[in-house]
Every structure is written in C-alpha cells, then in structure tokens.
Nanobody, 127 residues
Framework: QVQLVESGGGLVQAGGSLRLSCAAS????????MGWFRQAPGKERESVAA????????YHADSVKGRFTISRDIAKNTVYLQMNSQKPDDTAVYYC????????????????????WGQGTQVTVSS
C-alpha cells in the first residue's frame, strides 16, 4: 500500500523559508513522477512543482518559480520542497502526490493525473 507522509509545514513570516519533505513507502517508485500541490481555503488545488523519477527533470509553477525548488532523494524515497522568499499568498495546505505520470508539463502539473496523495501539511505565511 502506497503511503506518502508530508512534514515540515508551519508558521513563517513573509520573506522566510521552510522545507517540506514527503516520505514515500509501500512499493518501489521506479518511474514515478512526484509532485507538490497546494490548496488554500475556498480555492481549487493548484500545482506547485513536479519532479521526474530520476530527479533530472523538474517543472515549477510560474507563481513559485525562482522561489521554490523541488528535489528528490531516490535512496530515501523522499521528495523535498524548499520554499524561500515566502509570501502570504503561499498560505495553504501542501500535498505531495506520486504516480506513473507521462513526463509532460501539462500532465505532471495536473493534480487529476495522480492517484496517490499524502495527508497534507499546513503552511501559513504571516505578513
């Protein structure tokens, strides 16, 4: 059974940094793309970033480009999201997701492409 467990969320002031982690277990994830998504109250879930199985390819949403960085440790089955220069608009519940998703930007940044999700971690950025 696939399990994705996020950690690292919390409260941070605008301009600050946090690093989220997503530990995956329950099967081999060879070939699986992994992504970070977020959902603010009253809003739809939106993409943040995605990374290929090897970690050699990434996509970042325009809203976080230059501030957030997704990375992956294959040996630890863990994906990270380094968030710098945070803004109050970054406040949301952040989820990681995994699946055998064709590596195309329009697909890997689409939350509907993923079947496996973590429980989410709250990130709050104060002004």
């Amino acid at each position: 059974q696939v399990q994705l467990v996020e950690s690292g969320g919390g409260l941070v002031q605008a301009g600050g940094s946090l690093r989220l982690s997503c530990a995956a277990s329950g099967r081999t994830f060879r070939g699986y793309a992994m992504g970070w998504f977020r959902q603010a109250p009253g809003k739809e879930r939106e993409s943040v970033a995605a990374i290929s199985w090897s970690g050699g390819s990434t996509y970042h949403a325009d809203s976080v480009k230059g501030r957030f960085t997704i990375s992956r440790d294959i040996a630890k089955n863990t994906v990270y999201l380094q968030m710098n220069s945070q803004k109050p608009d970054d406040t949301a519940v952040y989820y990681c997701a995994a699946d055998l998703v064709p590596w195309q930007k329009i697909t890997v940044l689409n939350p509907k492409a993923y079947n496996y999700w973590g429980q989410g971690t709250q990130v709050t950025v104060s002004s």
